[in-house]
């Protein structure tokens, strides 16, 4: 789980896209189920318990939206799930493609960065941004798993620009 950016709902507006449904990675073999998430009780972004799923930060823009960051999250392992597809995010690089499909059509994105980033170090502001130019945010954990911390110490974050 992540801090958020003003954890307030965005508003609803009718040219937004749809609803995230599907994640795809073709590089990956990878898909997963996207469900809405919000925040927790400790202000930190909620994520699906399965690492199976992918959480979707409905407080902010929508992957597709004209403006902002689109941030799905997610587990890549849970000692009662195992590991997740999400585990082979770090083998993404510039140029794979990254497909969303929504409520109301799929949406093409191209990687742009792969970055391992210190827990302690994450630009939550950056990452959770509500304007600027459209992008999608792929945040999970990575790299040493230091159970003396609770878990792993750093977060891997893909950022794509719609193709």
């Known amino acids: 789980m992540w801090s958020t950016h003003a954890a307030t709902p965005a508003q609803d507006d009718p040219d937004q896209p749809g609803l995230p449904q599907l994640l795809i990675i073709p590089r990956l073999g990878l898909k997963m189920p996207v469900v809405a998430t919000k925040v927790d009780d400790a202000g930190l972004m909620d994520l699906p318990d399965r690492p199976s799923r992918i959480g979707w930060y409905s407080y902010g823009p929508r992957p597709g939206a004209p403006s902002g960051s689109a941030v799905l999250g997610g587990h890549i392992d849970s000692r009662k799930y195992g590991i997740g597809p999400l585990a082979d995010l770090r083998r993404l690089s510039g140029g794979d493609e990254i497909i969303v499909r929504t409520t109301s059509g799929s949406f093409h994105f191209e990687v742009d ?31 040493a798993y230091v159970p003396s911390r609770g878990g792993y110490a750093d977060n891997v974050v893909i950022t794509a620009t719609p193709q």
Not at 113 to 137: C, D, H, T, W, Y
């Open 113 to 143: 960065s792969v970055r391992m980033i210190r827990k302690q170090r994450l630009p939550v502001s950056e990452i959770f941004a509500r304007n600027g130019s459209p992008r999608l945010r792929i945040v999970s954990c990575g790299g």
